[in-house]
């Protein structure tokens, strides 16, 4: 006569088994156990880079207490080329403006005060414009993408969606110099409330492309084992 009550202990023991397994598995793996892309990056040490993988010095208002950040992009520095050549031309106007006498009608106290003032206001658009560059981030983390817009010094704009959200991901690359200096465009369709985001003109989009395709994968691979929290 078979050992019908034995048999089934022994299957209870391994569903418990199996159970206990599952339980002690961390909920989420270290980036570089399923990241090709993380693997072969540095951490980034520089706040100040437009690419900035493995940060450990950059945090964000709404993250969460288990949250970690894997990837901190902002514009390519030579998108900002434009602006700079402007301040560089409108710093030498005072000078040439005294040159051809434009000014010589008003009397010197006034000259000084207007020149002050093209000063003070050059200044303030360039300040605007490195803020506006420095605090426009898009965020990676391992649990979601988030797209900081910077506004001004009282009002900015976050938009996130969980990775297990994400669709589908494109690199767009257009033109000569993005090519040549890799830089473009990450477009990710979405089933949030927000269903497009756009990391604009961000370095090496095809290696962020990638990276979000790895996410996506090991996202399924948590649901499959059990490991989301």
Do not use: C
């Amino acid at each position: 006569m078979p050992d019908i009550f034995s048999s089934a202990t022994d299957t209870v023991k391994q569903v418990v088994a199996r159970k206990e397994a599952v339980q002690t598995q961390p909920s989420h793996r270290e980036v570089e156990d399923y990241s090709e892309v993380m693997r072969q990056e540095r951490e980034g040490k520089n706040p100040f880079a437009a690419f900035i993988p493995k940060p450990d010095s950059i945090s964000f208002d709404s993250q969460g207490a288990a949250e970690k950040v894997l990837l901190v992009l902002r514009r390519h520095p030579i998108t900002q080329v434009s602006w700079l050549f402007i301040v560089i031309l409108a710093a030498f106007a005072p000078i040439l403006f005294s040159l051809a006498g434009v000014l010589s009608f008003l009397p010197y106290n006034y000259r000084a005060v207007a020149v002050i003032g093209w000063y003070m206001l050059l200044t303030g658009y360039s300040l605007e414009k490195v803020l506006q560059w420095f605090f426009n981030v898009y965020i990676i983390t391992d649990e979601r993408i988030v797209d900081v817009d910077f506004i001004s010094l009282i009002y900015k704009n976050i938009s996130a969606a969980k990775i297990d959200k994400i669709e589908d991901v494109t690199a767009v690359t257009g033109g000569a110099i993005q090519s040549m200096v890799n830089f473009g465009t990450v477009r990710i369709q979405t089933a949030a409330e927000k269903n497009e985001f756009e990391f604009d003109e961000v370095p090496q989009p095809a290696k962020v492309t990638r990276f979000l395709n790895e996410l996506m994968l090991e996202e399924e691979r948590e649901k499959i084992e059990g490991r989301v929290s």
